[in-house]
C-alpha cells in the first residue's frame, strides 16, 4: 500500500465519520422534537414495541450488509437510553 493509497483511505474515512456525527446530531435533534411532543401530550418517554422492531430490523439490515448485528444494536440501545433519558428530563412520562 502506498502512502497516497493509506491517505486516500484515510480521507474517506475521515469523511465517514464526520457524516455519522452530523446524523447523529440530526437524530438527537429529532429525538428533542419528538420529547417535547410527548411532554405535551402525556405520552411515555419510551416505545418498547417500536424500539424492539426497529432493533429487528437493523440487525437485519447489519446482516445484509457484513455488519455484526450485535455490535449494531448495542449502538442503537446506547442511542435510544440516551434519548429516554433526554425524554424523562423534558418531562414526558
Known sequence: MSGDELTR?????DE????WVLTLARRFEITEA???L??????PAGD???????IEALRDLAG????DPDLV????RMITDRVRARHRELGAG
Open 16 to 19: 465517514i465519520d464526520r457524516t
Open 38 to 43: 410527548k411532554r405535551r401530550e402525556g405520552l
Open 9 to 13: 483511505f484515510r480521507r474517506e474515512i
Open 73 to 76: 444494536e448495542q449502538l442503537f
Open 48 to 54: 418498547p414495541l417500536r424500539e424492539s422492531r426497529q
Open 34 to 36: 419528538v420529547g417535547n
Open 64 to 67: 445484509k450488509n457484513g455488519l
